[in-house]
C-alpha cells in the first residue's frame, strides 16, 4: 500500500488550502478508514480528521473543527482535506493514514490506530 499525499504549500493566515490523498491502485480505499495527522517541528504527530470508509462519519480535533473538512473519492481512491480560515498555528507537516483493517466504524484518533501512512506534504501558515 502506498499513500501520496499533496497539496502543500506557503499560505498567509486566513488563507485556504486542499490535501489530497491518494492510494495506489494495488488498495481498494473504499474499504478501509482513513485519516489525516500533523506533526510541528519538535512536537508530537497529532489527530486532525477521520473519516469512515464510505464517508459518511468523520469527526475532527478541537483546534480545528469548523475550519477543516476531511472527504474522500472512493471512486477515484483519493481522501481529501479542505482547510479554510489556516492559522500560524496550523503549520506542519500533515500525513494521511490507512486503517489496516476493515471496519465501518471510524478508524481512530491515535497513531497506532493506523497501519500505513503517507510521506507528508508541508503546510506553512505565515505572513
Known amino acids: 500500500v502506498q499513500l501520496q499525499a499533496s497539496g502543500g504549500g506557503l499560505v498567509q493566515p486566513g488563507g485556504s488550502l486542499r490535501l489530497s490523498c491518494a492510494a495506489s491502485?494495488?488498495?481498494?480505499?473504499?474499504?478501509?478508514?482513513m485519516g489525516w495527522f500533523r506533526q510541528a517541528p519538535g512536537k508530537e504527530r497529532e489527530f486532525v480528521a477521520q473519516?469512515?470508509?464510505?464517508?459518511?462519519?468523520?469527526s475532527y480535533s478541537d483546534s480545528v473543527k469548523g475550519r477543516f473538512s476531511i472527504a474522500r473519492d472512493n471512486a477515484k481512491n483519493t481522501m481529501y482535506l479542505q482547510m479554510i480560515n489556516l492559522k500560524p498555528d496550523d503549520t506542519a507537516a500533515y500525513y494521511c493514514?490507512?486503517?489496516?483493517?476493515?471496519?465501518?466504524?471510524?478508524?481512530?484518533?491515535?497513531?497506532?490506530?493506523?497501519?500505513?501512512w503517507g510521506q507528508g506534504t508541508q503546510v506553512t501558515v505565515s505572513s
Open positions: 491502485k494495488d488498495i481498494d480505499m473504499k474499504n478501509y478508514g
Open positions: 473519516i469512515s470508509r464510505t464517508g459518511g462519519t468523520t
Open positions: 493514514a490507512q486503517k489496516g483493517v476493515r471496519s465501518g466504524l471510524l478508524p481512530g484518533t491515535r497513531v497506532s490506530d493506523y497501519a500505513y
